[in-house]
């Protein structure tokens, strides 16, 4: 399961929730004091439905751009790029135009909260719609890099049909303005743009949440970025993601669950008595077939994470045998104390890295201890 982390003392007492856990989240958002939720999405939550990486040259993505010798993949995404040669972004737009994938269950719980009247405010970085998939309302959301779910000449402006622009991207074929012959591009924010006027008129809102779910992103991409910051520092922020970003952990009502996205929400889901509720309405909307290939895509990378933890383990126990033959003695070397204590802080990284289901016991020369990472 998700595992949950602080970066704040113990001693620390948080202002409105009990405790910093899901169980206390879950006991605020149902006692009433979580009217207006904001939630912030990035990558992180359509995983699980196969949106190919655009980094990772496992996905296809980069293949497909690499075949079109790009100086820099990152240039399908620059305005001044796609005006000289808009073909690239084509080649790429097909792999991820809307309709290909379905939404994850951590995008039905964010439609969940807006059905029940709590969603105040979706941000999100993603260009892939599946919020919209899901049943968030589109007035709830704020796409603050755009997204495929218009187009429009980048000369005249004039709005390009959805229906004409979803056969010419199926085609990778590069559509033109019917107006004025230009260049037709899908409202997402390339380099070189500003964000929609829409993610500044509403920004405000983030200072006023009583509640911040953050799911799946790195907080890199400033202005996107401090919306975190900008709630009070007594509204509880909790974060759904593979590791700590930004400042969320450093506030007494921080709750950070270190682990995919879709297993922690289905804790909070399980901590609000909404799990069964939840369940059902994302297998409604995607499908038996589709939802068990997530849960499947999501065993996977559950397994290669413990791959990863065991060989880790293997390592540790390696590096400390190696240590007590050489000291030929049970008591160990003066090098091994030496080695030991960052070894243990490996551990510890470990078990705030995610999800994974191992638990090892390591000899050392000093006795045994345990590595344990809770299984989602």
Known sequence: MGQEFSAV????????????????????????????????????????????????????????????????????????????N???????????YPGKFHPTISHVFISLLATKGLLYQLFTQN??????????????????????????????????????????????VVPHCEKCNGLVKPDIVFFHENLPSLFFDRRHMAEEAD???VLGTSL??????????????????????????????????????????????????DALGWREELEAEWRKLV???????????????????????????????????VHDVSSGSSSPSPEAVAEKEPIAATQQEVQQSGPASVEESVETTTGTEEVKVSSA
């Open 9 to 84: 003392p113990e001693s620390t007492k948080p202002e409105n929730l009990s405790e910093r856990s899901l169980p206390a989240v879950a006991d605020y958002i149902k006692s009433g004091k979580a009217r207006k939720v904001v939630v912030l999405t990035g990558a992180g939550i359509s995983t699980a439905a196969g949106i190919p990486d655009f980094r990772s040259p496992e996905t296809g993505l980069y293949a497909n751009l690499a075949a079109l010798d790009l100086e820099e993949p990152e240039d399908v995404f620059s305005l001044p790029f796609f005006k000289e």
């Open 86 to 96: 808009p073909k690239p972004f084509y080649v790429l737009a097909k792999d991820l």
């Open 127 to 172: 260009i892939d719609c599946l919020e919209r998939a899901a049943g968030v309302p589109a007035d709830l959301i704020v796409e603050a890099h755009g997204s495929f779910a218009s187009q429009r000449c980048i000369d005249c402006k004039t709005p390009y049909p959805d229906e004409k622009m979803r056969e010419h991207v199926s085609r990778a």
């Open 211 to 213: 509640l911040v779910i």
């Open 220 to 269: 890199t991409v400033h202005p996107f970025a401090g919306l975190p910051d900008l709630a009070p520092v007594e509204v509880p922020r909790v974060l759904f993601n593979m590791e700590r970003v930004g400042s969320l952990g450093s506030q007494p009502d921080d709750v950070l669950v270190l682990g995919d996205c879709d297993t922690g929400v289905r804790q909070l889901a």
């Open 287 to 321: 499908g038996n077939e589709e939802a068990d290939r997530q849960l499947k895509g999501s065993s996977k990378r559950q397994v290669e994470l413990q791959d990863e933890v065991s060989q880790l383990v293997h390592d540790v126990d390696k590096v400390l045998h």
